[in-house]
């Protein structure tokens, strides 16, 4: 490729009397393009090395501290050479939205929100970033390894919430007898882990928790289990397709209390357990075993962990305990609910969090094709690991990425409502599209789409002069109802045109009189 006619010249692409304006961000830095070519994209540039330097004032100033902010980042080297393409790919783990996939989170967030307002719970949320501490004082977890943590410049240790429990509890402490009890909270917020990506399981995911706080008895489990059924129901979901396991941790301690386990081991044992179907069980028995559990006590659990009826729970156990009693409660609210064909006893439930202390539950698909889809349960001792009094809580987590995990071809909700023909259609829909037929009259155009969304209704305006044929098109690809052209002798004449695109109904209107 020639030279074009700047080759031979440099530019100064931030002069010094802008420097006012970019101080604090570019610290007076001058940027002088030097001939050679660059390549971006297929395309050659004029000017290849980028030079940098630090204009005196700013060198005295950064080297004395004054103006800017201490904590301000230098920019990095610009290396001399060809400009690179950025990886337009979002970090590993983490995912885009584009319309029609933020369509689909939209419309299962509503189906979260409105089955929490139907069962009376208030909306919260809490901050992204919070400190380190509220997630690592539970000693033993596998989630302390799972941290995106890091200190911030004021040398406080700060993590992006991998799971939205202890945030919750924070804000009940720091409210504390402000709000009455019992508390009917729920939140659908980002959660982030570093973990081993699986289907249906990324380094970031949105989550929906419902929460009840002050209530000591099995209800609140029950009503937890039914608004999860009810979101089920309401996006048509059956229970021949999902299903809930329920447990009681209390099942686990009645049986470690039989081998003289110490109580400080019962969250590291829980946590161990949780992973018999992800490991093989020979690996599960070496870790309990080196969590300090006997051989004979091991034994014992995973025999107790293989139960799948109550029946046969209470042969081992005997009725007399808290664990029997919990669970009957709970199937037998189960009933009354409406739900009992969805639930069903599962012994090896116990879930990964520590702090949860009685009643355990998760959703699973049916056909076993992924991992939990939703889980919960009690957990009663949460608050005091934070330095304040207990209270009687229980809630669940359920997460976006197993029910609609993008892209679109994997996972089980959406494979399964696009195979029972239950997802809803979540194309664009707009009520109108307005176009100017003269570029004189794009001013008319955009007083027509002010009038008409002040009225609730939808505009796409298009806003360059277009041919026909381009509106047409674009009016197809949003869906638009009707399309609105003014002209120039209809508007000097008061009124638009106005197109039916499902029919070609033709006909013209007032301004005042559109709807």
Known sequence: MPATPFSSCSYLILQPRFNSYFNPLFRSFTYQLSTSLLSFNGIKFTAARIHSSLSPAAETESQSGGGGRSGALSPGPIVAGEVQRIDVNPPKGTRDFPPEEMRLRNWLFNNFKEVSRLYGFEEVDFPVLENEALFTRKAGEEIKDQLYCFEDRGNRRVALRPELTPSLARLVIQKGKSVPLPLKWF???QCWRYERMTRGRRREHYQWNMDIIGVPGVMAEAELISSIVSLFKRIGIKDSDVGFKVSSRKVLQEVLKCYSIP????????????????????????ELMAAGVSQEAVQELLQVLSVKSLTELEEKLGSSGEAIADLKQLFSLAEKFGYSEWIQFDASVVRGLAYYTGIVFEGFDREGKLRAICGGGRYDHLFSTFGADDIPACGFGFGDAVVVEIPLSSLLFEQLLREKGLLPDLSLQMDYIVCALDEDLQGSAAMVAHVLRKKGQSVDLVLESKPLKWVFKRAARNNAQRLVLVGSSEWQRGVVGVKILATGEQY???LDELI
């Open 508 to 510: 013209e209107v007032k």
């Open 187 to 189: 939140t659908v917020g």
């Open 263 to 286: 109580e400080s081991l019962f969250g590291k044992v829980c946590v161990i357990i949780d992973k018999i179907e992800k490991i093989p069980v020979d690996e599960v028995k070496k």
